[in-house]
């Protein structure tokens, strides 16, 4: 990766979902940030750098992110990644275990090659032509740098609609992508409405399992200071709470 300002640490979280329906969910991250279309995507761009503020490494930051809004969420949402070290990207939909895979700065690939096989699937990637592509980024190339990696991971993923505005580009400082964002939404804060926009199901027992695990995942963040996983354990408490409220006013036939 290049040795200018371009090692600061960055990232992009992108959904598989239209704006109006990331809009509702994102304030619960607790982070200001910019929402804008990505083709049938959309991303959130960071205004601010938990990493650096609370000395988290960059990945595990945005791995909690998109368990978070992943969460309860019928679209996979995808982190993307990177520091002066590392570049990587996680992958979250549901209640599964995120996958990802890390390269190192020079695009020595660190990853397990099963990691994108199992990307590919959850992503519903061409098995053939897509898995191909994937593997190339999985072998040694001395051309190709981590930056270079995201470049190749993002070309891939233009098949499944994702289409980044114009001078939104991976591995750049936070202020440069900040900059490039010039038709986009800010989001902020949280609150009830908006988790009850976001179209939590209704099934008492899901609340309640929401409850049982968000409580004891926001209680290791924050004896790990961990600001990603708080964000997790933060939206299953609110989402599981809200929906048992939901059921009590509003009971099923």
């Not at 938990?50 to 995808?78: F, H």
């Not at 993002?154 to 114009?166: D, I, N, Q, Y």
Request: glycine share 12%; net charge negative; with cysteine.
């Amino acid at each position: 990766m290049p040795t200018d300002a371009s090692t600061a640490p960055g990232a992009l979280l992108l959904c598989r979902a239209a704006p109006d329906a990331v809009a509702p969910l994102a304030p619960l991250l607790q982070e200001r940030m910019l929402l804008t279309g990505a083709g049938e995507w959309s991303v959130l761009v960071p205004e601010g750098s938990p990493w650096l503020r609370a000395g988290e490494p960059v990945d595990r930051v945005l791995t909690g992110w998109a368990a978070a809004l992943a969460v309860g969420s019928p679209w996979p949402v995808l982190g993307l990644w990177w520091d002066a070290d590392r570049a990587g990207y996680t992958l979250a939909s549901g209640f599964r275990r995120p996958v990802g895979y890390v390269w190192l700065a020079d695009g020595t690939p660190a990853g397990e090659e099963e990691a994108m096989h199992t990307f590919a699937a959850r992503l519903g990637l061409d098995p053939v032509l897509d898995a191909q592509l994937l593997d190339g980024l999985t072998v040694p190339d001395p051309a190709a740098d981590a930056r270079a990696r995201l470049h190749g991971l993002l070309a891939v993923l233009t098949r499944a609609g994702v289409e980044l505005p114009e001078g939104l580009d991976a591995g750049e400082p936070a202020h440069r992508l900040l900059g490039a964002v010039t038709d986009a939404r800010q989001v902020e804060g949280a609150g009830p409405d908006g988790a009850r926009g976001a179209g939590m199901p209704r099934a008492h027992w899901l609340a309640l399992a929401e409850l049982a695990v968000g409580a004891p995942v926001a209680a290791w963040a924050v004896r790990r200071r961990s600001v990603g996983w708080a964000a997790v354990g933060a939206v299953l408490m609110v989402h599981g709470g809200l929906e048992l409220s939901y059921e009590t006013v509003f009971p099923r036939d």
